[in-house]
């Protein structure tokens, strides 16, 4: 991990919010995920609906980017609350939030909660993710 | 399409929802990388995930949760995507070759005035039955 990762790890205390973030998924992007997924639903296919883990997924990809994860890193609790349908075409943004940060031992226990609004400002999906980090990689 | 209320009034506590089987291969596992942009090596690079103390690569999290995201929205169609939700912990890896059983039961409906909330308990199970995902999954429906 370079320093400058190391550096925004040990930023991340609770309360620290992350910058907005635009996410997108094109139709190409929602198709290559649900054949990643093997998701065969009509509603995906019929309605351009965009599936929520594949935004949620979207997300925390941009989340974990900004703060650089370092290897070792355990996912261990996913929370999400699905709120509203997500179309092809929707303009979302990602707000994050470090809710919790403890440090037990070697280890530090990260935990982040993130929204996704659309363009008319409606959360359409809220999340809380809870890693394990190794102390040594985490800015301690 | 939403639950209707005579589909809402067949549920009954016990009820098992369809279940899935899904098989992850390093192949699969590649795909997911791409489509979901995370190429953490931990996945996709066997002596990477041997030296972070796995005994190899090790499925996203995310891709399974996706199957039991499926499950639930076959089970409930456009009524969990507007008003689902899932709380879960990740037990232990996936890892290429397993086989995972996603599984559900509903294990309460509550009716309240206005709104119905199905929890149902769910699961991801490999095939030596070692629990990979387990939690909770709510259904809440408007019925006013």
Redesign the interface.
């Known amino acids: 991990m370079t320093n400058k990762e190391n550096s925004k790890l040990s930023q991340l205390e609770t309360g620290y919010q992350f910058p907005p973030s635009s996410l997108h998924l094109d139709a190409e992007a929602v198709s290559a995920y649900l054949t990643a997924v093997e998701d065969g639903n009509h509603l995906y296919r019929e309605d351009n609906i965009i599936p929520p883990l594949a935004i949620a997924a979207c997300a925390m990809k941009a989340l974990f980017e900004d703060i650089g994860l370092p290897a070792g890193t355990i996912h261990i609790s996913q929370e999400l609350e699905l709120s509203g349908i997500i179309n092809s075409g929707d303009s979302l943004t990602s707000q994050a939030i470090v809710k919790r940060r403890q440090t037990r031992g070697k280890l530090n226990m990260l935990t982040i909660g993130f929204g996704i609004l659309n363009q008319q400002q409606d959360t359409v999906l809220t999340g809380e993710t809870s890693l394990i980090l190794p102390a040594a990689e985490a800015g301690q | 399409m939403a639950l209707n209320r005579e589909q809402l009034s067949e549920l009954r506590e016990g009820m098992e929802l369809p279940e899935l089987k899904?098989t992850v291969t390093r192949e699969?596992i590649k795909?997911?990388a791409?489509?979901?942009?995370?190429f953490?090596?931990?996945h996709l690079d066997q002596e990477?995930a041997r030296?972070?103390?796995l005994d190899g690569t090790i499925a996203?999290?995310?891709?399974i949760?996706?199957?039991l995201?499926?499950m639930m929205?076959?089970a409930f169609?456009?009524t969990?995507?507007?008003?689902?939700?899932?709380?879960?912990?990740?037990r232990t890896p996936a890892r290429p070759g397993d086989t995972i059983r996603v599984s559900g039961r509903i294990r309460r409906v509550e009716k309240n005035e206005g709104e119905t909330t199905i929890i149902c308990e769910v699961l991801c199970a490999n095939q030596a039955d070692e629990a990979v995902i387990t939690g909770e999954a709510r259904i809440t429906v408007r019925t006013d």
């Open positions: 899904k699969k795909r997911y791409e489509a979901s942009r995370d953490n090596p931990i990477f030296q972070a103390g996203h999290g995310m891709l949760l996706a199957y995201s499926e929205t076959n169609q456009k969990w995507l507007t008003g689902g939700k899932l709380n879960v912990r990740f």
